[in-house]
Nanobody, 124 residues
Framework: QVQLVESGGGLVQAGGSLRLSCAAS????????MAWFRQAPGNGREFVAC????????YYHDSVKGRFTISRNNAENTVYLQMNSLKPADTAVYYC?????????????????WGQGTQVTVFS
């Protein structure tokens, strides 16, 4: 398993952008499928995006398609989430997750490494 630390959250006006980073240590990052999830108060953890080990496959929740982009740099053991055209509905704690697999799962239960989360707040 990899250990994960997110950064880059903050307060942003609607329509703005943020870039989240997730730094991994330990384990084998280059063989690990990575994902971003988010959780708003009172809600369950929601899938946002995921990317396979070689970046050939990436999937997004419908609500963020065309606005968010997931990417990774295996040389730097880091995965990113570029978030553009942010909306108040995007306000949540964003979590980075990982699993050593060739598959690209989209449910939280299929991931076994988690970061501590970073808060994103979008105001109108």
């Amino acid at each position: 398993q990899v250990q994960l630390v997110e950064s880059g959250g903050g307060l942003v006006q609607a329509g703005g952008s943020l870039r989240l980073s997730c730094a991994a240590s330990g384990g084998s990052f280059s063989d690990t499928t990575m994902a971003w999830f988010r959780q708003a108060p009172g809600n369950g953890r929601e899938f946002v995006a995921c990317i396979n080990w070689n970046s050939r496959h990436a999937y997004y929740h419908d609500s963020v398609k065309g606005r968010f982009t997931i990417s990774r740099n295996n040389a730097e053991n880091t995965v990113y989430l570029q978030m553009n055209s942010l909306k108040p509905a995007d306000t949540a704690v964003y979590y980075c997750a990982g699993r050593l697999t060739l598959e690209v799962p989209t449910t939280p239960s299929e991931y076994d490494s988690w970061g501590q989360g970073t808060q994103v707040t979008v105001f109108s």
